[in-house]
């Protein structure tokens, strides 16, 4: 099987590739591979994939607020001139989004069928590219993670591994709730979709819910160090792009292909304990 895969070199892309190995592969990603660039279509197209993962995407929260055109052009017209070209080649199509793309007002999970409404640039690119996506005639299935991290690039849990070896106290937001992922987790369900015949939207992160400081808390925990991991405000902690304060995405569709990942403490302590000795401490 050809696959295509967009953010190839990203946290999950590494993931995927690795899942991936014995196919042949055909990995795309910055510089030469471009999401805001006119010939993305055709590009996709001449690959002549059987699959495409859409993992790239234009990811700084706060950044897309200060440039929502480059957001919008990357996660909303990239998307769509990939998904225009799955179509046109007849390749199965999976595109990887946001809990960002719901406001964060209810206190009970989403589920696939809540409606969508962003409260930042970011979650808006996001969901036009779902839009597209639906529109193109693809074969396509779209899986929103969350809160996601692994070895590679940057992510919360190794800032957070990090910050906690060199600093007596650690102050973390504690009024946004989301459910951590593990790259390794949302890889093997990515797997086993990819070439079944679901379609739509599938909701895929770890198991269970915290906020961002009690995420902070097992981290530490894990890392088995005695530190403080104080509670702070989305307001204190000055970030420029708002944030859903409750984006908890439920997992019934997953739980009926018998495909629920682990419990998040489980996925983040074996994560822990394999990059304790290789996270390096910056002055």
């Known amino acids: 099987m050809r696959i295509l895969m967009t953010g190839a070199n990203g946290q999950l892309g ?6 991936f190995a014995s196919e042949t592969l055909i990995l795309k990603d910055l510089p030469e591979f471009d999401l805001s660039g006119l010939r993305i279509e055709e590009d996709v197209v001449g690959a002549r994939p059987d699959l495409i993962i859409h993992a790239g995407a234009y990811t700084d929260v706060d950044g897309a607020e200060r ?6 052009a990357i996660n909303a017209s990239g998307t769509a001139q990939v998904a225009r070209a799955a179509a046109r080649v007849g390749a199965r199509l999976l595109y990887i989004s946001t809990d960002y ?9 989403y589920s696939e069928a809540d409606a969508p409404a962003p409260v930042n640039a970011y979650g808006l690119s996001k969901w036009r590219g779902e839009q597209a996506v639906a529109e193109s005639g693809a074969d396509a299935l779209i899986v929103r993670t969350a809160w996601l991290y692994g070895a590679m690039g ?21 009024d946004q709730r989301g459910s ?12 086993a979709t990819a070439t079944g015949s679901m379609q739509g939207i599938l909701h895929v992160t770890n198991r269970g819910d915290c906020t961002w400081c009690e995420f902070a808390r097992a981290i530490v925990e894990a890392m088995n160090l005695d530190i403080s991991v ?3 405000s989305t ?8 944030r859903p ?15 629920a990942p682990r419990d998040w403490r489980e996925a983040l302590n074996q994560f822990v304990k394999a990059e304790q000795a290789l996270v390096t401490v910056h002055p």
């Open 14 to 19: 590494c993931e995927l590739r690795r899942v």
């Open 67 to 72: 440039e929502p055109e480059r957001a919008m």
């Open 101 to 109: 793309v719901f406001p964060g007002t209810q206190r009970h999970p």
């Open 154 to 174: 940057k992510n919360f849990v190794k800032s957070i591994m990090r910050a906690a070896l060199t600093q007596p106290s650690l102050r973390v937001v504690d």
């Open 180 to 191: 951590p992922t593990s790259v390794e987790d949302l890889a093997s369900v990515i797997k």
């Open 230 to 232: 104080l509670p702070i």
């Open 235 to 242: 307001t204190e902690a000055g970030r420029l792009a708002p």
């Open 245 to 259: 304060a409750y984006s908890v995405l439920g997992q019934q569709r997953l739980a009926r292909l018998d495909l």
